[in-house]
């Protein structure tokens, strides 16, 4: 985590509460694999606003819902 905080995306338990597979996301959401598994594993570094928009449409969910800010320790 930077001294600045971090962005932790909630894509996990969203997809687990959806009762959707990652496969059925993909093709819902239009996305790749590749794509998905870097959302899932909190490992992607730069949003697609696209992207975060089809995970939203395909989950029925909000931005706020996937993805959280989390402000650092430090102050």
Do not use: W
């Not at 969203?14 to 598994?37: F, V």
């Not at 949003?47 to 706020?64: E, G, I, P, Q, T």
């Amino acid at each position: 985590m930077s001294d600045k905080g971090s962005i932790q995306i909630h894509l996990d338990h969203l997809l687990k509460a959806s009762g959707l597979s990652k496969n059925k996301l993909c093709q819902k959401a239009e996305i790749q694999r590749s794509q998905l598994n870097g959302y899932l594993n909190n490992t992607i570094t730069r949003f697609d606003k696209d992207v975060l928009a089809r995970l939203c449409h395909a989950l029925n969910c909000s931005l706020s819902d996937l993805l959280e800010y989390v402000p650092s320790d430090k102050q």
